[in-house]
């Protein structure tokens, strides 16, 4: 079975430019998550889909930060610009349907270097 | 809000000396207990979980049991391996939110 795929794993912007990054779950997951990773802590969640229907974007910075995950596969991570403090590992997790009990899958992750 | 306190590293250790790495949580109602670990150059794996009280996650010779009590689950193995050299991360999913609230992590170093 495939995993999580991600692209690209490395970026290195400067400061107000603008990245986007991909993910494609695990066949079948119907739930789908971006969690930020910052050196030395643990992932924080992002945003959490529902097939393609938002669950949670309650930690998402909307004035920057945007996600679509059209047709309910795919999901697309975009930053606006971005600023010196998104310097982070982004992970794409997957779950079959979302459960407090589902286990996450996470792909290998985007590691982003803002300038 | 929920969240897990795990203990600080770095934790290093011989080959074949016993693991623990402290974990506690506090969420509301009965959360989901995970164990991921997350090798050089890797992304994170689950290594076990648990989803009740009393229920022990085992994977690989790591144990972990859901304490409701102390609300705890640590994270122990008899005898580690070089390769056991990780950072592990304890997470919890809450009844109310299903998102994993992560510790900060535990980066083990095994020597030979």
């Known amino acids: 079975e495939a995993g999580v795929a991600q692209s690209p794993r490395y970026k290195i912007i400067e400061k107000r430019q603008s990245v986007a990054f991909w993910c494609n779950p695990i066949?079948?997951?119907?739930?789908l998550y971006w969690y930020q990773q910052i050196l030395g802590q643990g992932p924080k969640l992002l945003i959490q889909?529902?097939?393609?229907?938002?669950?949670?974007d309650s930690q998402l910075p909307k004035d920057r930060f945007s996600a679509e995950r059209l047709k309910g596969v795919d999901s697309t991570l975009k930053i606006q610009p971005a600023k010196l403090e998104d310097s982070a590992v982004y992970l794409c997790?997957?779950?079959?349907?979302?459960?407090?009990?589902?286990?996450?899958?996470f792909g290998p992750g985007t590691r982003l270097t803002v300038l | 809000g929920d969240s897990v306190t795990q203990m600080e590293g770095p934790v290093t250790l011989s080959e074949e000396a016993f693991l623990t790495i402290n974990c506690t949580y506090t969420a509301t109602g009965y959360p989901s207990l995970f164990w991921y670990v997350q090798y050089p150059g890797e992304g994170l794996q689950l290594l076990l979980k648990?989803?009740?009280?009393?229920d022990k996650g085992s994977n690989k010779g790591f144990e972990a049991t859901y304490r409701k009590e102390t609300t705890s689950f640590h994270l122990e193995k008899g005898s580690v391996q070089v390769s056991d050299s990780a950072v592990y991360f304890c997470?919890?999913?809450?009844?109310?939110?299903?998102?994993?609230?992560f510790g900060k992590g535990t980066k083990l170093s095994v020597i030979p």
């Open positions: 648990a989803t009740k009280a009393d």
């Open positions: 997790a997957s779950s079959f349907s979302g459960g407090h009990e589902d286990t996450q899958y």
């Open positions: 889909f529902q097939n393609n229907g938002v669950v949670d």
């Open positions: 066949s079948g997951h119907a739930t």
């Open positions: 997470a919890s999913s809450g009844a109310g939110s299903y998102q994993l609230t």
